[in-house]
């Protein structure tokens, strides 16, 4: 937990001859600065005034940090902390690594690789390109430039980007390489190993999946764009979406993008980031796509429907529809191959009312012919997780 010191004080540290860096204290409209930093320049000044008028502050700080901390650890229950050491076992796993740094060091990183942290934890794009990544709703905060960066948006170099806590928020690496300077508690996650390829394949026969230029790119994060034209071909509703001459309040959408989601917000299937913002290339998540799903299947997350959007994978798990080990294997970053995965199985789901399959609706109406289907099926010999 960080402890921020005032103007005021940053003032008083700059007279005693104390100089506070750009990249650690803030900026020049918000010139805050840590307590640990405080304590660091503190304790290296030789001014004895300073120390001895600093030290009783100082300790009134960290009495209260204390009392919060303890005060917060006291809700925490039994499954937190159970959750907590499966995701410490998940990292070990996976090749992750993390530490804890003072001062900014320097991460030499691949591309996919995704480093988050805790709240207060810095990253500085030194060389390279990297995109914002998180939860939706989240945000970094670019100290540098004093504005919000919300998941899926450029991160710009040699610009100090904050984080506010330890919930996925970060920065994930798109270039081949790239060097990110980082200062606080972080965590690195390597380059994404994807499964699924047959399901991929399956999916592909039954011209659903059709990848991208460069192949089904597995391994990356999905965007809101790509969910959505799976979910409208998931539907048997690609051809009446490419044919759709409407329009829709959506000014950042590619123009080969358009007819599915102007389609798909005129029959409600999406409701947009904002009042005239798609966002096509921001993280989708789990839940946003399980939203999608439900959406096709004739759930509704409206006001006093069926479930909420943020919580679907709760509802499709309580509902039966996905079991709790399969949810379990979705997280974020929502990569494309965790889409594939319940793209596929969505297909043999009962819709709301038991009005049959997606995969059912598909033949019926000609989307999907039978071949197709029995040769996609063929492809596919895992076990669903019970």
């Known amino acids: 937990m960080k402890r921020y010191i005032p103007v005021a004080l940053a003032l008083l540290l700059l007279f005693g001859g104390l100089t506070v860096s750009r990249a650690t204290a803030g900026t020049a409209t918000d010139p805050v600065i840590t307590l640990g930093y405080a304590n660091q320049k503190i304790n290296n ?3 004895e005034g300073i120390k001895a008028a600093w030290k009783p502050f100082s300790d009134r700080v960290k009495s209260k940090m204390t009392a919060k901390k303890d005060k917060a650890m ?20 996976n090749g992750a690594r993390s530490g804890k740094s003072a001062k900014h060091i320097i991460l030499t990183l691949k591309k996919g690789d995704t480093v988050t942290g805790g709240a207060g934890t810095s990253l500085i794009l030194r060389s390279g390109n990297a995109s914002a990544v998180g939860a939706a709703g989240r945000v970094l905060i ?3 430039k004093g504005a919000e960066v919300k998941p899926g948006a450029a991160v710009s170099r040699n610009q100090n980007y904050l984080l506010l806590g330890a919930d996925g928020s970060g920065i994930a690496i798109t270039s081949d390489t790239a060097d990110v300077a980082v200062s606080g508690g972080w965590r690195v996650t390597p380059n994404y190993k994807p499964r699924y390829f047959d399901l991929a394949d399956a999916l592909n026969a039954m011209r659903l999946f059709n990848g991208t230029p460069t192949g089904y790119n597995l391994q990356r994060p999905t965007n809101r764009l790509e969910g959505l ?3 409208i071909r998931l539907l048997g509703e690609e051809n009446e979406a490419l044919a759709y001459k409407g ?10 993008g358009k007819p599915y989601v102007f389609y798909a917000y005129s029959k409600g299937y999406t409701k947009g980031a904002s009042a005239t913002k798609f966002l096509p290339n921001g993280q989708l998540t789990a839940d946003h796509f399980m939203t999608l799903i439900l959406r096709a299947m004739g759930y509704s997350d409206a006001a006093g429907g069926d479930f909420v959007w943020n919580k679907s ?3 499709a798990e309580k509902i039966k529809l996905f079991s709790p080990a399969e949810v379990a294997l979705v997280r974020n970053p929502f990569y494309r191959d965790q889409m594939v995965y319940l793209a596929y199985y969505s297909l043999s789901l009962q819709q709301k009312g038991g009005g ?9 109406n000609g989307e999907v012919s039978p071949a197709d289907a029995a040769a996609a099926m063929a492809m596919v010999t895992r076990k669903r997780p019970a």
């Not at 809700?75 to 990292?91: G, I, M, Q």
């Not at 049959?356 to 019926?364: D, I, Q, S, W």
């Open 313 to 315: 994978l709760s509802f």
């Open 45 to 47: 000044t030789s001014n």
């Open 229 to 231: 034209i799976l979910m």
């Open 142 to 144: 670019n100290v540098t």
């Open 74 to 93: 006291m809700k925490v229950d039994s499954k937190t902390l159970l959750d907590n050491a499966a995701s410490r076992y998940l990292e070990h796993a």
């Open 247 to 256: 329009s829709c309040p959506f000014t950042d959408v590619p123009s080969w």
């Open 356 to 364: 049959g399959t997606l995969l059912e609706r598909m033949l019926k």
